[in-house]
C-alpha cells in the first residue's frame, strides 16, 4: 500500500512500480475509484471505502500483486486497511511518503490536475501524521528520489531489500 498525502508523488512511483514489475500487478488508486467510478466527495462511511477492498480483495485472490495507491487518510481509511493487511494470505507492507506540505504544494503546482484545487484546498486533506502505526510500516522520506522510491518497493517485493524482513 502506498500512501502520502495530495502531491507526494504516490500516483508517479505506484505507476512506475507497476512498469517494472510487468503483468500480474493490480493497480488500484483511491482516486479512480472515488472520483471517477463513483464521482464521490471523501466522507466518512463513503462507498469507495468498500469499492477499494472489494478490487484489492478480488485482485489479490485472482494471483495478483496489488499496488494500493492514495491519500488514504488514516482516521478515515485506516480500519479497512488493517484489514486488508490483516486478511492478506501473502506479505503486505504500507509505505509512507512522508512530504512536507510547502513540498506537496510546490509539486501539485506542476501538475497537470493543478487548477483542479487549490493550496487551501490541499491544507484541508493534510494530515499532521498520515502514518497508520502499523508493524513494519516503511517511511520515505521526501529525500527520496521518484527512482529510489521505486527501486525501495520492487526490493521488497522481491524479498531482496534491506526493508523485507
Known sequence: MLRGPSGAGK??????????LGR????????????VVLREHDVPG??????IATVCR??????????????????????????????HRGRTTFFYLDVPFDETVRRHATRPQAGEFTAE???????ASGR??????????????AE?????IVAWVAGTGPDTA
Open 11 to 20: 500516483t508517479t512511483v505506484a505507476t512506475a512500480v507497476r512498469a517494472r
Open 24 to 35: 500480474g500487478v493490480a493497480l488500484v488508486q483511491q482516486d479512480v475509484l472515488r472520483r
Open 46 to 51: 463513503g462507498l469507495n471505502i468498500a469499492l
Open 58 to 87: 478480488f485482485s489479490l485472490d485472482a494471483g495478483y500483486h496489488v499496488i494500493l495507491d492514495g491519500i488514504l487518510a488514516a482516521a478515515r481509511y485506516g480500519p479497512m486497511l488493517r484489514r486488508l493487511a490483516a486478511d
Open 121 to 127: 484546498d490541499m491544507h484541508g486533506w493534510y494530515p
Open 132 to 145: 497508520l502505526d502499523v508493524p513494519g510500516e516503511q517511511i520515505i522520506a521526501t529525500t527520496s528520489s
Open 148 to 152: 529510489d522510491s521505486v527501486d525501495r
